[in-house]
Structure formats: structure tokens, C-alpha cells
């Protein structure tokens, strides 16, 4: 806690404020005095540094700064490009265009003018309009080097992976240094577990994206200066990446396609976890299971914290605490659970520990530049880390996973890697040597990267290891790139009202800067959470990527059912909610793995022209017809919801809006307040209480929920689904199916559909893949708010209730009551006409 004095006049430096102070360190670069293009790089030299510029696409630059002749195009581990870099830039066409003050390069999209007195650097889209133009570039005598490029107060920012604060990060300040804070998790806390150096910015709807591929520490300012942003290196090089989108979802699209996707999560994963810090030993965890099936709340997952080790050391079981993991994990599994133990970086320096022998002797921790191996103090007292920047590192610590997966463990728990330790810089010195495959570093130059490092070489060997199955890692640190190893949770929030709220832009941003597999302890780790936080934050939960109840020592106990009646009931209602919208959330992940658009977006990503959406911070779409609007304050039962343009209707009650605009939604304790989109599809399951690998789900039972009364006549959802599990959807074992919805009206007004004159809704079925086998006969419909009485469903028989469909191999119902039609087709459906 600090005082007043923190503020002693004597003590501060007056060096911060919308001042332009900044400048005064280091100088401006200056002219340039030779240029020159080769191949595909054009160079920039002046006095004080130089640039080398290349397209890596039509609509993506990257600048990199250089002394000397040579340029080092190396990248770091964050750069996996989803095609070759030759693939892509052979493909470029670049005019360069000499003149006396500038030179321009023009491809089919933009035009990059690049002005010489001083250096500075100018982007239009071919139409003219500018896009980007940088202000100045410093240098100081330490190498640090600041990228200031112009913006006004009408811009938007974005990305950043997992700050706090709001959406919009305009006016905000942020370093990217991987850092371990317990506490506090505030608006002025600028640098978490996860550095992801990726700013995306709109400008009306015009967006560019910036990565700087610097592991070491950065700064991005947009609030020191009204008129430009300031990006800052401090070590290392000034590795550049302009990506032109004009959307941001076209800037997600190139920045994954350079940093990599997420891999298809296996579903179990995508169910509900349970944990805690830490369920005590082997009967606690049974009784958990037991627990969670007696009551019927579903559950895939129960995570295994720091108290199953021996003293804390990784790759042990605590004799006395589990004495057969063996034992435990068979009747777990019997139960259909998965367990996902946590490991941390830190192995014990302990003369008798094979681990700590195995490394020594190994030569794989990180050392000092005279060569004796760095310790440092974290949960089992003094302890050595493995330096993952070496592949042979990399390979022993995978290969010792096969501790867990021996016992049928498939996912693991990466903690504590930023990495944390508990001294006084929080971490490891900077000083200390990276071997970097013979390439050797400092820890300040490569800190971002241990954390994704730790995950590649645990996912790598979870995968070597576990033959056909996708396994689960769960990291907390991380920099670009992490997407393609590991989920991210968002560290050890508190049990406050503020943090529900703050991890929608958090879980938001991150999906913006391609972590989409995200989300936060559910209930809060730190404090007391109460029976109505708890149901509020699982309601909100139930509908983010990553879905996991976890607190800390000596908290509360915020199992499901710790609160007894009303919230019992409704937790188990939304965790079934999780599991029924199981195939929709399935098919979006899988989206995500092919495009690298979150799961979970801001109303920004799909309403970007309506400056409206700018900031909204407390609601979120899911894919893009599903609005979920949370309630985060205690003791409130309505809030104020913001519908952008389209037909909306409430979930709960089936209400009409004609939008854009701000209604008040009605949401007692059971309810979160949501909004369905008309076009919108929603694939759904019966409720399972978890997943069983190699069985379709509930028997391959599908439902696909049609929202009609889309204006636009016309929308296509996108259905994916395979075994779940296994990686035969790489050899075609998936379906795939893009499902249109049409409207169309025989109007008496103009307005057709618009006017609710809809005579006829046709739904078809574009089979692009069907390579997997669900088990099933027949898929279900249901067709919501219908404007007219059907008469026919293509050539299947009506039926006279919804109990007579149920048993018969296929027809229809309508019941005009709710207008809800209900449809029953075979599985192989190409089409449906109602009329
Ligand atoms: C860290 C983690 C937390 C975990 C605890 C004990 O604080 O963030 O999730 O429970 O360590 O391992």
C-alpha cells in the first residue's frame, strides 16, 4: 500500500504529463543521404540509422532498422507465417518511383512515399486517401529507438493483447513486459502476464495494424501526445510490421497469417473447468468429480494446482497427499473428466531431484555470462529455469511431460512463466544469458518470449506424445504467436465487480490480437466471491472462450454449488447453456483457426461505421448475430443494452427491435440480458455432462435454431464439426457445411421481407466437406419468429405436435402460438422451401 509521500513534491519527476518532455532524449533521425532498391528490399541511410523497407504482400510493409550493409531479416519465434514469406513476396509487384524529396513504392493497393528530408514515411490506399504517415524517429546513445506516427483524437485504438482498462485504448499508455501482478489489476497497471505487441488502429473505417516483433521491453503511448502515438524500443531491434486492412477483421486475417493460428482446441477443452488453488489431495479431487455429477452440472475438466507436487517440484505427486495418482486418474476418467495439472518453469535446486540433476547435468537452465546457473527464489524456495530459447531445452522439458501423459493426462497448466519470481524485479535479471540456439542474449532482450517458449516446447511434446489426440496447454504469459501453443486465462484477478466487468475488453482485445482462446477465473482467484457474483460472472462465462471457475487459497469456496439456492440452479443452467450451444461455439472456434477472427468480438469488428461502437466495453457479440450484454453491479436486474443496425430480438422473450439504438433490458438474477440477430443460425446438442473422445456428442444429435425476419433477405452461417478430438479433420474426417438462409417476400409494399411480408424462407446447404460420420438420421430445426403460416415444407408431411415429430423420421410443425415452425430432415438435407 503506499501513502501520501508517494507524492512528496521532492520526489516527483515531472517527467510524465501530455508534455512532449519525451523528445528531449536522444535526437530526431535525420536526413537521408543514399537510398537504393535490390530485390525485393528497399534501403533507407542516414547519419543516425538506417531502414530497409520490404512488402511481404500488396497491403503489408516491414521496416526494419539496420547498421551497416547488412540487414538481419531473422524474426523471432512469434513470426510462423501460415504461407511462406517467399510465397507471398514473390507474388508482390512493387513500382518504385525516384523524385527529388521522396520515393515512392507502389503496389496494386497502396502507395508507401517515403520522404528523405528527414526520413519519414507516408501510406495511401490507391485512392489517395492517407492512411498512415509517421511523425518523427528518434534514437538515443543506448539504441532505443521511438516511432512516432501522427493520429488525432477521432482515431481508435486496438489490440494490445491483455491490458487493462477499456476497449478503446486511445489516451492510454502501455509497456509490454511480461509481468507477474498479483495485485492490482487497475486502469494504471501497465504491463500484465501477456505482452502481444500488436496495435490495431481505425480511423473511421479504415484500419492498420502495427506489430513490433521486440521480445524485450516496449512501450506503446497514445496518451502523451494529442497528435501522435509513440512506439519505443528499449533493447533489441525496430522490427516493424504494417499491416493495411481496410477492416480490422482484414488486419486479424494478416496479422495471424504471420504470427499463426490457434490449432483446434479438443472440445473437452471447451467445456467447463474447475479449479482451485489447490484442491488438497486425491479424495478432495474424487469428491469434487462426484460431486459435479450427483448434481448434475457438467464438467470436462478439474485443474490440479501447486499442492500435488512433492514440495512444489515439477514433474512429482506428493506421496502423502496422492498416494495412486494412477488409481485416481482411472476413476476420473471413468466419470468422463479430464485432469489438467499446473507446472510451473521453476525446478528445485535440490541435489537429490532428477529433474534438477537432469538440467544441471544437461546444461539447460539459464545461466549468468560466467556460466553458473541462475536461481532464483519462487513456490519450492530456490530453483533453476530451463532456457526454452534452445531447442534441445525445449526438446528434454517435452519429453518430460511424459510423467503426466503416461497417466492419460492430455493437458497442461503453464504458471508462474513470465517469468515470475519473487525478488524485487519481480522476474529474472536482466543480465542473465540466453543460449538462443548459440545465439546468445540477455534475458531484457528475450524476456516476452519464455512464457510462449514454455508452452511451444509443452505443447510439443503433449503432442509428440499422445499420438492421434490435440492436446491443451494453458499458459498465463505470453507474446505474439502463444495462439498457436496454448489458451491464455487473464491472472489473478479478485473477486470485485470492477473485474467481471474489465474481462470483457481484456478477453476482447486479446481475440482482437489473435489469442482468441481466452477468458478469466471465473468468480474471481483473490477475495471472497459472493452467490450473486458468482452467478453473474458464470452467466457471462458460459458465453467467453475459455470457461474456468478458479480460486485462491483461503477464499471462499466457489464451487457451484457453494451458495446454495437460487445460484446453484442457475449456474447449472448456463453451464448446460455452455454445453447445448456446444456445436455453435465449435463451428466458431473452427472459424477462428481458419481466418484468426475471435471468437468473441467488440461490436466495433462487425458495426465499425457506427461510431457508436466505438468503446462499448460491457457487451460483446459471440461470432456475429449473438449479443450478450452481461449485468456487472450488484443488486441490478435491468441495464442499458446498445443494438447496432439489423433486426434484433430478445433471446428471453422474443421482442422485436428496430435498431440502431439503446433499449433497457429486463434481467432478474436468472437472466443475462442477449439478443439474437434475424439471419442468425445457432447449432445446438442436448445437454451432456462432458464430452467422451471417439462418440458423437449426444449421439450426434444436432439442432440448428433459425432466427427469420433478416432485412437483407440473405445469411449464410458457417457449420463445422468432426470427432472432437483427434487430428483426422487434417486428412478430411469433417463436415463442413455453409447454410444459407433466404427471405424473400411477394410485398404488397415495397419494403418485401423488410415490411414483414415474407411469403417463403429457403435454406440450403452447401456441403463443402462431408467427411465425418455424426451417427445421426435426421437434423432438427426450428424456425423463430416466422411473419407468415406455413402451408408447405418442401415434400415433408405435417405433423400434428411437436411430441409426433419427435418419433417420426421426418416432417414439420408449426405452432402459430410462438410462432415457432419446427422442421425435421434427413441428414443429408440439401434444401428446405417453406411456404
Ligand atoms: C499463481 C496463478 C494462480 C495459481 C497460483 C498457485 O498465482 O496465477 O492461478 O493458483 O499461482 O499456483
Known amino acids: 500500500m503506499e501513502s501520501s509521500e508517494s507524492i512528496h513534491p521532492d520526489k516527483n519527476t515531472h517527467a510524465s504529463g501530455r508534455v512532449g518532455s519525451e523528445h528531449k532524449l536522444g535526437q530526431v533521425i535525420g536526413y537521408v543521404t543514399d537510398a537504393g532498391s535490390s530485390g525485393k528490399v528497399h534501403r533507407f541511410y542516414t547519419p543516425d540509422g538506417n531502414f530497409a523497407v520490404r512488402f511481404l504482400n500488396h497491403d503489408t510493409i516491414r521496416i526494419k532498422m539496420f547498421s551497416g550493409d547488412d540487414v538481419d531479416w531473422s524474426s523471432t519465434?512469434?513470426?510462423?507465417?501460415?504461407?511462406?514469406?517467399?510465397?507471398?513476396?514473390?507474388?508482390?509487384?512493387?513500382?518504385?518511383?525516384?523524385?527529388?524529396?521522396?520515393?515512392?513504392?507502389?503496389?496494386?493497393?497502396?502507395?508507401?512515399?517515403?520522404?528523405?528530408?528527414?526520413?519519414?514515411?507516408?501510406?495511401?490506399?490507391?485512392?489517395?486517401?492517407?492512411?498512415?504517415?509517421?511523425?518523427?524517429?528518434?534514437?538515443?546513445?543506448?539504441?532505443?529507438?521511438?516511432?512516432?506516427?501522427?493520429?488525432?483524437?477521432?482515431?481508435?485504438?486496438?489490440?494490445l493483447g491483455e491490458k487493462t482498462s477499456f476497449l478503446d485504448k486511445r489516451g492510454e499508455r502501455y509497456e509490454m513486459w511480461n509481468s507477474d501482478v498479483y495485485a492490482p489489476h487497475v486502469p494504471e497497471i501497465e504491463a500484465l502476464y501477456e505482452s502481444i505487441p500488436l496495435l490495431l488502429h481505425m480511423r473511421e473505417t479504415l484500419s492498420y495494424g502495427v506489430f513490433l516483433d521486440n521480445p524485450g521491453r516496449t512501450v506503446f503511448d497514445m496518451r502523451s501526445r494529442k497528435d501522435a502515438y509513440t512506439i519505443q524500443t528499449s533493447t533489441g531491434d525496430l522490427d516493424l510490421y504494417i499491416f493495411f486492412g481496410p477492416s480490422i477483421k482484414q488486419v486479424i486475417e494478416k496479422y495471424t497469417g504471420l504470427t499463426g493460428r490457434m490449432p483446434l482446441p479438443p472440445k473437452w477443452a471447451l467445456g467447463?473447468?474447475?479449479?482451485?488453488?489447490?484442491?488438497?489431495?486425491?479424495?478432495?479431487?474424487?469428491?469434487?468429480?462426484?460431486?459435479?455429477?450427483?448434481?448434475?452440472?457438467?464438467?470436462?475438466?478439474?485443474?490440479?494446482?501447486?499442492?500435488?507436487?512433492?514440495?512444489?517440484?515439477?514433474?512429482?505427486?506428493?506421496?502423502?497427499?496422492?498416494?495412486?495418482?494412477?488409481?485416481?486418474?482411472?476413476?476420473?476418467?471413468?466419470?468422463?473428466?479430464?485432469?489438467?495439472?499446473?507446472?510451473?518453469?521453476?525446478?528445485?535446486?535440490?541435489?537429490?531431484?532428477?529433474?534438477?540433476?537432469?538440467?544441471?547435468?544437461?546444461?539447460?537452465?539459464?545461466?549468468t555470462i560466467e556460466g553458473t546457473v541462475y536461481t532464483g527464489d519462487v513456490w519450492p524456495g530456490e530453483s533453476a529455469f530451463p532456457d526454452f530459447t534452445s531447442d534441445n531445452v525445449a526438446a528434454w522439458w517435452g519429453e518430460k511431460q511424459r510423467f503426466y501423459t503416461d497417466l492419460g493426462i492430455r493437458g497442461i497448466w503453464n504458471d508462474m512463466n513470465e517469468p515470475a519470481i519473487f525478488n524485487e524485479i519481480k522476474t529474472m535479471e536482466p543480465h542473465i544469458m540466453h543460449d538462443n540456439n548459440g545465439n546468445p542474449k540477455t534475458h531484457a532482450e528475450l524476456h516476452n518470449l519464455y512464457g510462449m517458449l514454455m508452452s511451444k516446447a509443452t505443447y510439443e511434446g503433449l503432442r509428440s506424445q499422445v499420438g492421434e489426440e490435440r492436446p491443451f496447454v494453458l499458459t498465463r504469459a505470453g507474446y505474439s504467436g502463444v495462439q498457436r501453443y496454448a489458451a491464455v486465462w487473464t491472472g489473478d484477478n479478485r473477486s470485485f465487480w470492477e473485474h467481471m466487468a474489465m474481462a470483457m475488453p481484456m478477453v476482447l482485445n486479446l481475440g482482437l490480437s489473435g489469442v482468441t482462446f481466452s477468458g478469466p477465473d471465473v468468480g474471481g482467484f483473490a477475495h471472497h466471491t459472493t452467490g450473486e457474483l458468482l452467478t453473474r460472472w458464470t452467466q457471462m462465462g458460459a458465453f467467453f472462450p475459455f470457461f474456468r471457475n478458479h480460486s485462491a487459497l483461503d477464499t471462499l469456496r466457489q464451487e457451484p454449488w457453494a451458495f446454495d439456492e437460487p445460484y446453484e440452479t442457475i449456474i447449472r443452467d448456463y453451464t448446460n447453456w455452455r454445453y447445448r450451444w456446444m456445436p455453435h461455439l465449435y463451428s466458431l472456434f473452427y472459424g477462428a483457426t481458419q481466418t484468426g477472427v475471435p471468437v468473441v468480438r467488440p461490436l466495433v469488428l462487425e458495426y465499425p461505421s457506427d461510431p457508436r461502437t466505438t468503446n462499448i466495453s460491457d457487451q460483446f457479440l459471440l461470432g456475429e448475430g449473438i449479443l450478450v450484454a452481461p449485468i456487472y453491479r450488484p443488486d441490478t436486474t435491468a441495464r442499458s443494452v446498445y443494438l447496432p443496425e439489423g433486426v434484433w430480438y430478445d433471446y428471453w422473450t422474443g421482442q422485436r427491435y428496430n435498431t440502431p439504438g439503446h433499449i433497457l433490458a429486463d434481467a432478474p438474477l436468472d437472466k443475462i440480458p442477449m439478443y439474437i440477430k434475424a439471419g442468425t443460425v445457432i447449432a445446438e446438442q442436448p445437454v451432456v455432462q462432458h464430452h467422451v473422445n471417439g462418440s458423437p456428442v449426444a449421439g450426434g444429435q444436432l439442432l440448428f435454431r433459425v432466427y427469420a425476419g433478416n432485412l437483407n433477405g440473405s445469411s449464410v452461417y458457417t457449420f463445422y464439426e468432426d470427432d472432437g478430438f483427434t487430428f483426422a479433420h487434417e486428412q478430411g474426417e469433417y463436415n463442413l457445411w455453409e447454410i444459407t438462409v433466404n427471405e424473400s417476400g411477394a410485398a404488397s409494399g415495397a419494403g418485401g421481407a423488410a415490411d414483414g411480408n415474407t411469403t417463403e424462407l429457403r435454406i440450403e446447404w452447401n456441403r463443402r466437406q462431408d467427411g465425418y460420420n455424426a451417427g445421426r438420421a435426421a437434423i432438427d430445426l426450428q424456425i423463430h419468429q416466422l411473419s407468415f403460416?406455413?402451408?408447405?415444407?418442401?415434400?415433408?408431411?405435417?405433423?400434428?405436435?411437436?411430441?409426433?415429430?419427435?418419433?417420426?423420421?421426418?416432417?414439420?410443425?408449426?405452432?402459430?402460438?410462438?410462432h415457432t415452425l419446427y422442421v425435421k430432415a434427413a441428414d443429408d438435407v440439401a434444401s428446405l422451401t417453406v411456404r
Open 77 to 159: 519465434q512469434a513470426v510462423e507465417p501460415v504461407a511462406s514469406f517467399a510465397d507471398l513476396e514473390n507474388a508482390v509487384t512493387v513500382d518504385v518511383l525516384p523524385e527529388e524529396s521522396v520515393i515512392t513504392l507502389a503496389t496494386e493497393t497502396l502507395r508507401v512515399v517515403v520522404w528523405k528530408y528527414p526520413f519519414s514515411l507516408q501510406v495511401f490506399t490507391k485512392d489517395g486517401t492517407l492512411v498512415y504517415k509517421t511523425d518523427s524517429v528518434w534514437i538515443d546513445k543506448s539504441g532505443s529507438v521511438k516511432w512516432i506516427a501522427q493520429s488525432d483524437e477521432t482515431e481508435h485504438f486496438y489490440g
Open 789 to 818: 403460416e406455413p402451408s408447405t415444407v418442401d415434400g415433408l408431411n405435417q405433423v400434428s405436435s411437436v411430441a409426433e415429430l419427435a418419433s417420426a423420421p421426418t416432417g414439420w410443425h408449426y405452432d402459430s402460438a410462438t
Open 272 to 367: 467447463y473447468h474447475q479449479s482451485r488453488y489447490s484442491y488438497m489431495d486425491q479424495e478432495e479431487v474424487l469428491e469434487l468429480a462426484r460431486t459435479f455429477r450427483a448434481k448434475q452440472i457438467p464438467c470436462d475438466v478439474i485443474h490440479l494446482d501447486i499442492h500435488y507436487m512433492e514440495g512444489y517440484r515439477v514433474f512429482t505427486f506428493d506421496q502423502a497427499r496422492f498416494p495412486d495418482p494412477k488409481a485416481m486418474m482411472t476413476e476420473l476418467a471413468e466419470m468422463g473428466f479430464h485432469i489438467v495439472p499446473i507446472v510451473d518453469p521453476g525446478v528445485k535446486r535440490d541435489p537429490r531431484y532428477p529433474i534438477y540433476k537432469e538440467g544441471i547435468a544437461g546444461n539447460f537452465f539459464c545461466k
